[in-house]
């Protein structure tokens, strides 16, 4: 869900995809409905991409909102992002303990906490994808067909990959080479 929900550099607020033109994405956002082209200059990213820095690694930041929406009970949450920079870090130390405290910024947190009041506002509150359990048609379970991809180095799809059909004519080699040279 968090990949079609978008973050535009230099406009406030959270937006969904739409659509893609060419050269643009079409957004509609969050706040009011209004869609509207988003360019390549304006900097579209996907909060799916975006992860948060902890001691160890990078948290997606799905895992993060997922979180905060347990400390929340699945309700806006219980400060306001607007509150000064020691009370926000201590609300995201309580949140994340481990999040990296040089590298994640107060204006960072703020920003974590207003996307999440948004996407619950808005009902959007899948934050982590949940792996399906599909069987193909020969029974085997996703989770087993991505083990045996992964050993086969093939990409992951659960399904038969298609054919691929196009509408040239079958090209005889020889007989083309032949007429190009005029014999």
Known sequence: MLKKILSI??????????????NMLIVESLADGKRFPAYARDKAVSLGDIAIFTEMEE????????????????????????????????????????????????????KLITWYNILVEKNLTDFIEKEEEIGDENGEKQSELKEKSQKEGKPVTGKKEPKVQTNQPKVDHKQAKNRKMGE
Do not use: C, F, H
């Open 59 to 110: 948290l997606p930041l799905g895992e993060v909102l997922e979180k905060l929406k347990e400390k929340e009970n699945g309700a806006k949450a219980s400060i306001d992002p607007k509150s000064d920079s020691e009370t926000l870090r201590e609300y995201m130390e309580e949140i994340l303990p481990d999040y990296d405290k040089d590298r994640v910024y107060p204006s960072d947190i703020k």
């Open 9 to 22: 550099t230099g406009k406030p607020g959270l937006y969904k995809l739409v659509g893609q033109g060419k």
